[in-house]
């Protein structure tokens, strides 16, 4: 069975520094890959995703994740947070194939930044 | 850009209640979902909804749930007689056709039962 793992439940940050969450997925096949961010009291909004090709796929508001096969990981990053980036964010999966796009959710990081 | 819709926001309801969870998907989408997220806990899969028929399930979603598209713009979720450990926030998700294309998820609603 599918199953996604983020690393960090809970991430404290200064406003300018760099962030990195970690995902991690379990799945032999090819997959789709998400991150999606959940903002106070709002819905949840998809961030970036990946389907083929480049590695590197570069997001809404400055976020990236690089998809590194040979580990299974699909790690969010961001150069310089802001305190507008205060969320939780949600790696999720979806196996190739599943015309459903039923998505399989991390547990979330919760990222609490600092002004 | 559209947007899915979920009403209403916060919902109270007594244990053993019936309650229905009531979704507006983009108008051009043809998958539709209810997720559902326990506090402090993940997101979790309940129920995928295609040509109007269930197309996947999960564990969580046994004969305590239904979905329904009535109409051509609605799409519900009920749950009979409500449990305590029913509270949690759904939500509702559509996307078009196409393995590539994103789900879009709705505001949720959140559901206490007392």
């Known amino acids: 069975a599918q199953s996604v793992s983020q690393h960090n439940h809970h991430v404290i940050l200064s406003e300018a520094a760099s962030l990195e969450l970690g995902c991690n997925y379990s799945y032999g096949g090819t997959v789709n890959l998400f991150w999606y961010v959940q903002y106070p009291g709002q819905h949840l909004q998809l961030l970036l995703k990946y389907f083929s090709g480049d590695p590197l796929v570069k997001g809404i508001k400055g976020f990236e994740a690089e998809f590194i096969k040979s580990k299974f990981s699909f790690n969010l990053r961001k150069p310089s947070v802001q305190w507008s980036d205060t969320a939780e964010y949600f790696c999720a999966v979806n196996a190739l194939g599943n015309q459903g796009g039923k998505l399989i959710f991390g547990q979330g990081t919760e990222l609490s930044v600092k002004p | 850009e559209p947007e899915v819709t979920q009403t209403p926001s916060h919902q109270v309801t007594q244990m053993g209640q019936e309650v229905i969870l009531r979704c507006v998907p983009i108008?051009?989408?043809?998958?539709f979902y209810w997720y559902r997220q326990i506090l402090g806990q993940k997101v979790e899969f309940l129920v995928s909804f295609y040509n109007n028929e269930i197309s996947e399930k999960s564990e969580i979603f046994d004969d305590q749930f239904s979905v329904e598209r009535p109409d051509g713009s609605n799409f519900t979720l009920k749950i009979r007689s409500t449990k305590l450990e029913d509270s949690a926030m759904y939500f509702c998700?559509?996307?078009?056709?196409?393995?590539?294309?994103?789900?879009?998820f709705g505001n949720g609603t959140r559901l206490t039962v007392t």
């Open positions: 998700a559509s996307k078009r056709a196409g393995g590539n294309s994103p789900l879009h």
């Open positions: 108008s051009n989408h043809l998958y």
